[in-house]
T-cell receptor
Framework: DAKTTQPPSMDCAEGRAANLPCNHS???????VYWYRQIHSQGPQYIIH???NNETNEMASLIITEDRKSSTLILPHATLRDTAVYYC?????????????FGTGTRLKVLA | DSGVTQTPKHLITATGQRVTLRCSPR?????VYWYQQSLDQGLQFLIQ???????AKGNILERFSAQQFPDLHSELNLSSLELGDSALYFC??????????????FGEGSRLTVL
């Protein structure tokens, strides 16, 4: 199974951009990268996903390198409410279904 | 509110006991995933069902089992409980296994404490 590697923790000043990196060097050509976040012990919340092109939505931007071995999630103006654990996930297609394998994530702390 | 409902929210029980956790997926979602999250750990994939059939298995112990019923709700059964089974158990749903956007919608979890 493709695995992801993320730094265990990061700090970011409020109002600044938060750039969260993820390595997924074993990703296959048709596997998507997903980002979720978990605030305290709530259910994880979907943020964004992409295959090879950069993506942007109202929450964040996703930058995927040309070789697809790594990606960066960008929160353009971090707020205190963005403090959470962020998970980078590679979605696998196997045996006719999708599997979402979560890693240990990056604990982002936004500082006032 | 994701639309995924999990009950109970909290459960305290003793070692050796058996519990059942319940999940109602979002309206229209056919696929249900179960995850376990131990203290300060990531989410471990347990099992996935689609329209009543088991589709994928992860690190699910033999003491655990699950099923998805015709009305699409799912139950996760945990038996012969051990202290190490204390965790948050999340259920997530999605449209279909082949749906391209593939967004998972998570419930708020069931916190199990085994004493």
């Amino acid at each position: 199974d493709a695995k992801t590697t993320q730094p265990p923790s990061m700090d970011c000043a409020e109002g600044r951009a938060a750039n969260l990196p993820c390595n997924h060097s074993t990703i296959s050509g048709n596997e998507y990268v997903y980002w979720y976040r978990q605030i305290h012990s709530q259910g994880p919340q979907y943020i964004i996903h992409g295959l090879k092109n950069n993506e942007t939505n109202e929450m964040a931007s996703l930058i995927i390198t040309e070789d697809r071995k790594s990606s960066t999630l960008i929160l353009p103006h971090a707020t205190l409410r963005d403090t959470a654990v962020y998970y980078c996930i590679v979605r696998l297609f196997t045996s006719g279904t999708y599997k979402y394998i979560f890693g240990t994530g990056t604990r982002l702390k936004v500082l006032a | 509110d994701s639309g995924v409902t999990q009950t109970p929210k909290h459960l305290i029980t003793a070692t050796g006991q058996r519990v059942t956790l319940r999940c109602s997926p979002r309206s229209g979602d056919l696929s249900v995933y179960w995850y376990q999250q131990s203290l300060d750990q990531g989410l471990q994939f347990l099992i996935q069902y689609y329209n009543g059939e088991e589709r994928a298995k992860g690190n699910i112990l033999e003491r655990f089992s699950a099923q998805q019923f015709p009305d699409l709700h799912s139950e996760l059964n945990l038996s012969s409980l051990e202290l190490g089974d204390s965790a948050l158990y999340f259920c997530a749903s999605s449209r279909t296994p082949g749906h391209n956007t593939g967004e998972l919608f998570f419930g708020e979890g069931s916190r199990l404490t085994v004493l």
